[in-house]
């Protein structure tokens, strides 16, 4: 078990009445336990917790009338990773696929699975089925993509990212979700922190369900898988935005982090893929 202090300082000129959907809080899984959250809003508003979508995404929704928004969170995340041997991770047939994964192998927004099949077969059709075989798409797109901060914008999608051939932590994930559905392995998004990632961020990984558990990967490989904490799950980024804003609002401001509160716990682990899963099966 890890202990990990994640947070996020958000602020917001509201010009006009806004409704705010803030999907930044830490969620609750069974490898996942929220050991101490605040939620803090100045002013003062207030507002409404709830749930959304077949992953239970916790939320804060609220109203806001014009003003300077403030936004702080602050969460203890205990983790419980479990670590698995690689070798013996293979794919599962699609007639062998648990119903509640099938969505996960169709195309979505930013994720056009549909039109990077030739591609997906022809690079990867060959390499070993299995771990190893998301392994290599990670490894091919973490080398011939470029890393670049406000490269890509919210229309970006995996097709744009492999012409390009740059973009952020998203814009990997999608390319790697999609190339992974091309070849009929199940993959989705997941947004959260992420210990020792540099410059600090909001980070977006994916998971790929291989045997009869998902596994998370991170094609940027900027930091240690072990120190994921999941904030969302998706189809893609669009159904896990840390804000969804209606109505006259820009940010200002934006800080996150995530610690680990026994120092080199997590940043001694290596950064390339571990066979990692922080989700039932």
């Not at 047939?93 to 549909?114: A, I, K, W």
């Not at 969804?244 to 940010?251: F, K, N, Y």
Request: proline share 5%; aromatic share 12%.
């Amino acid at each position: 078990m890890t202990t990990v202090q994640v947070g996020c300082d958000l602020m917001y000129s509201v010009t006009n009445p806004t409704s705010f959907l803030f999907n930044v809080a830490a969620a609750r899984t069974a490898h996942q336990t929220i050991r101490e959250e605040t939620l803090q809003l100045n002013p003062y508003i207030k507002y409404e917790t709830s749930s959304l979508g077949t992953e239970d995404i916790q939320v804060y929704r609220l109203y806001v009338e014009p003003c300077d928004l403030q936004l702080q969170y602050r969460a203890n995340v205990d983790l419980y990773p479990e670590i698995y041997d690689t070798s013996g991770i293979i794919e599962t047939g699609y007639s062998q696929l648990p119903n509640e994964v099938l969505p996960y192998l169709s195309p979505s927004r930013y994720c056009e699975s549909d039109r990077l099949t030739h591609f997906a077969l022809r690079m990867f059709g060959n390499a070993e089925p299995g771990f190893s075989r998301v392994t290599a798409i990670c490894d091919w797109i973490n080398s011939n993509l470029d890393y670049e901060a406000g490269s890509t914008g919210e229309s970006t999608s995996a097709c744009d990212v492999l012409i390009q051939r740059v973009g952020v932590c998203r814009d990997y994930a999608h390319l790697a979700i999609a190339l992974c559905r091309a070849l009929c392995i199940p993959a989705r998004y997941i947004s959260g922190y992420a210990v020792a990632l540099q410059p600090p961020d909001f980070h977006g990984f994916f998971e790929a369900y291989l045997g009869s558990r998902w596994y998370l990967f991170d094609a940027t490989r900027m930091a240690p898988v072990q120190g994921f904490v999941r904030i969302g799950t998706g189809r893609d980024a669009a159904d896990a935005s840390f804000a969804t804003i209606i109505g006259e609002a820009t940010l200002t401001y934006m800080a996150v982090w995530a610690e680990q509160t026994e120092p080199n716990q997590i940043t001694n682990q290596p950064v390339s893929p571990s066979a990692v899963s922080t989700t039932k099966s």
